[in-house]
């Protein structure tokens, strides 16, 4: 069971906007920021998103993240074919003095 | 920047294995590094941290008092020893460099995997 919480599934049509959702505590995203990693079929995550929405270079600007208090979202606009893939949310947590996940949502492109 | 991983294989529970990172394009001294793991199938987990200079290590609940983190900044090069293993240990082991700029990892290995089998 992780600590951060994710819907295991998301799933929309090409050019749709999709949100995943990723839920935690005061002791993680309610004091740390949250990171986004996508990871397609058979490679390494990569990160997407750092610092709650800020985008590495080369991430295209379809997607986008926020954090509101203890919760965090992942916007993906214009959905395409090559953004299926598990996507996975994080954040530094102080009582546990280390790195927590969300246990990941697939998303499929219908 | 560039963390290959290396060491992994099948090994017999209650077994040892030493799992390696060598990095590179980077100042490897600086930074803060981690090992994440992911059973198959399943999602991500973090298993260690070690900072820049050795003074601060962390371990997940799940893998205390069996796995060691350790690094050599004149190797480039970050370890995670790997004692008492258990079948629910197998799993791919990635090694993740923390950003000196925010709270987080940003660059990942391709991993290595573990086996714990009989």
């Known amino acids: 069971q992780s600590v951060l919480t994710q819907p295991p599934s998301a799933s929309g049509t090409p050019g749709q906007r999709v949100t995943i959702s990723c839920s935690g505590s005061?002791?993680?995203?309610?004091?740390?920021?949250v990171n986004w990693y996508q990871q397609l079929p058979g490679t390494a995550p990569k990160l997407l998103i750092y610092?709650?929405?800020q985008r590495p270079s080369g991430v295209p600007d379809r997607f986008s993240g926020s954090k509101s208090g203890t919760s965090a979202s992942l916007a993906i606009s214009g959905l395409q074919s090559e953004d299926e893939a598990d996507y996975y949310c994080a954040a530094w947590d102080d009582s546990l003095n280390g790195v927590v996940f969300g246990g990941g949502t697939k998303l499929t492109v219908l | 920047v560039q963390l290959v991983e290396s060491g992994g294989g099948l090994v017999q529970p209650a077994g040892s294995l030493r799992l390696s990172c060598a990095a590179s394009?980077?100042?490897?001294?600086?930074?803060?590094m981690n090992w994440v793991r992911q059973a198959p199938g399943k999602g991500l987990e973090w298993v260690s941290h070690i900072s820049s200079g050795s003074s601060s290590i962390y371990y997940a609940d799940s893998v205390k008092g069996r796995f060691t983190i350790s690094r050599d900044n004149a190797k480039n090069s970050l370890y995670l020893q790997l004692n008492s293993l258990r079948a629910e240990d197998t799993a791919v082991y990635y090694c993740a460099r923390a950003s000196v700029t925010y709270s987080g990892v940003d660059y990942w290995g391709q991993g290595t995997l573990v086996t714990v089998s009989s």
């Open positions: 610092s709650n929405n």
């Open positions: 394009g980077f100042t490897f001294s600086s930074y803060n």
């Open positions: 005061s002791s993680n995203i309610g004091s740390k920021s």
